[in-house]
């Protein structure tokens, strides 16, 4: 692999995490779905498989929820031709409630969780996608993250 091929890669697996910010963040569900391979596994507290699970997944993420998802100290490691992995530190912002359906800056009460994403990265056809991402927290704050309303 050359050194171009390779940074070429790395900078493809770079923007796929921060397009995975932006597309939770902004609620461009669709194209989020689209950063992930057929058979990816994301779990971010309980494991969900493929795309459509992906897909019902955020579907369901409240409507008055708004998140701030900043992602730094990416790394990516090319493994071979097709295969990448990566970490993302991870600080996350996140207010659930009708103040977040207005177009004004929400109180903020400190961030709701810090920690990282563990990244498996494919590349088919020549596109990198997401093969299997999981999040871990260092510290959370349990009051940012109610537990959802049964119906």
Not at 76 to 104: F, Q
Not at 127 to 151: E, M
Request: charged share 25%; net charge positive; hydrophobic share 35%.
């Amino acid at each position: 692999m050359t050194k171009k091929h390779s940074r070429d890669d790395i900078f493809a697996c770079t923007e796929l995490f921060n397009a995975y910010a932006r597309t939770l963040d902004f609620g461009d569900y669709e194209g989020f779905v689209d950063l992930f391979t057929e058979t990816a596994v994301l779990d971010v507290g309980r494991p969900v498989h493929g795309k459509n699970e992906i897909r019902q997944s955020v579907a369901s993420r409240p409507r008055e929820l708004r998140s701030r998802h900043l992602l730094c100290n990416i790394y990516i490691n090319i493994t071979d031709e097709n295969r990448a992995v990566g970490i993302a530190y991870l600080n996350l912002y996140r207010h659930v409630g009708p103040a977040s359906l207005t177009d004004k800056p929400v109180d903020l009460d400190g961030p709701s969780a810090i920690g990282h994403y563990d990244a498996t990265f494919a590349k088919a056809r020549g596109v990198w996608r997401i093969d299997h991402c999981q999040l871990h927290f260092a510290f959370k704050n349990q009051a940012h993250f109610p537990s959802p309303k049964r119906r």
